[in-house]
């Protein structure tokens, strides 16, 4: 079960990306693919709204593969780094390089990703 919704020291946001951050660790995926939209939803054109496009192409790569759609997740996962690369350098204490392996690595033997932190 989710946590406290606090963020780690390393992270910093809103007490909503702290909160999806926490679903996501927990495995909470849609859950945290639902919060960060929301705050998408808010946030202007610039580089904090690629972040969260990134983190939530992420989530959604996570359920499509768990769902068994290899493709679906594969794309997914590309706008993620898409999404990663246009956010630079803001990336609120979240190693995102760290985070599409951590996809990849759960497309190829089903290990569960969570949040990298730098």
Request: net charge negative; proline share 7%.
């Amino acid at each position: 079960m989710p946590g406290s919704g606090q963020p780690p020291p390393e992270l910093s946001g809103s007490a909503e990306f702290a909160w999806g951050c926490d679903l996501f660790d927990h495995r909470f995926y849609w859950e945290a693919h639902e919060v960060w939209e929301t705050e998408w939803r808010a946030t202007p054109e610039g580089a904090e709204r690629e972040l969260l496009r990134g983190l939530i192409c992420a989530a959604a790569s996570v359920i499509k593969h768990h769902q068994g759609y290899a493709d679906g997740a594969r794309r997914l996962r590309g706008r993620a780094a898409t999404a990663f690369a246009a956010s630079e350098p803001v990336d609120r204490g979240i190693d995102l390089d760290e985070l599409l392996t951590r996809l990849d690595r759960f497309a190829a033997e089903g290990r569960w990703p969570t949040l990298p932190t730098r």
